[in-house]
């Protein structure tokens, strides 16, 4: 069955890095675009980075412009998010999705990022 397994959160100090993975199985990674969103508690899920089917485009909402790098490796079926100077305004809980181009769309389950003293 399809699944998309976010890891690599944690709890780290502003100005600190994470990163995060996301692992996917039942479905052929390479022909789907990978995003990541977060959802802040009180929030709205809102888009952060999108990553094209063999990682040479990139996306980033201008919030986490030049802090975030967005990657894939096709052949380990993953995606990362690199998140570097982190603010105390990047803690949610991270998901990322997978979607095709017939509409497909699949979900992780999210892993929390919280950034505090």
């Known amino acids: 069955q399809v699944q998309l397994v976010e890891s690599g959160g944690g709890l780290v100090q502003p100005g600190g890095s994470l990163r995060l993975s996301c692992a996917a199985s039942?479905?052929?990674?390479?022909?789907?675009?990978m995003r990541w969103y977060r959802q802040a508690p009180g929030k709205e899920r809102e888009w952060v980075a999108t990553c094209g089917y063999s990682g040479s485009i990139t996306l980033y909402a201008d919030s986490v412009k030049g802090r975030f790098t967005n990657s894939r490796d096709n052949a380990k079926n993953t995606v990362f998010l690199q998140m570097n100077s982190l603010k105390p305004e990047d803690t949610a809980v991270y998901y990322c999705?997978?979607?095709?181009?017939?509409?497909?769309?699949?979900w992780g389950q999210g892993t929390q990022v919280t950034v505090s003293t």
């Open positions: 039942g479905f052929i990674f390479s022909n789907y675009v």
């Open positions: 999705s997978a979607d095709n181009r017939r509409g497909q769309v699949y």
